[in-house]
Nanobody, 120 residues
Framework: EVQLVESGGGLVQPGGSLRLSCAAS????????MTWVRQAPGKGLEWVST????????TYAGSVKGRFTISRDNAKNTLYLQMNSLEPEDTAVYYC?????????????WGQGTQVTVSS
């Protein structure tokens, strides 16, 4: 059974940083691209970032480029999202998702999400 468990969310002031983690199990983590998406209150899902299976290629939404960094540790079956210079607009539930193979494929499994709130 595929399981994705996010952690690391919380309340942070504008300009602060958080590091999200996603622990993966139930599949061969090193063979699939992984993605972070988010959902702000009252809004739909927004793609944030994707990383390929070996971590050599990353893509970002324009709204987070230069502030967020996606990475992975295939030895630990863990995906990360380092978020710096956080803004109130980054407030959302953040979900990690498994791509159905390569980074161009859609996601087929999602975690339960972790809340990030940016507020003074």
């Amino acid at each position: 059974e595929v399981q994705l468990v996010e952690s690391g969310g919380g309340l942070v002031q504008p300009g602060g940083s958080l590091r999200l983690s996603c622990a993966a199990s139930g599949f061969t983590f090193s063979t699939d691209a992984m993605t972070w998406v988010r959902q702000a209150p009252g809004k739909g899902l927004e793609w944030v970032s994707t990383i390929n299976s070996d971590g050599t290629s990353t893509t970002y939404a324009g709204s987070v480029k230069g502030r967020f960094t996606i990475s992975r540790d295939n030895a630990k079956n863990t995906l990360y999202l380092q978020m710096n210079s956080l803004e109130p607009e980054d407030t959302a539930v953040y979900y990690c998702a498994k791509n159905k193979g390569s980074a161009t494929m859609p996601c087929d499994y999602w975690g339960q999400g972790t809340q990030v709130t940016v507020s003074s």
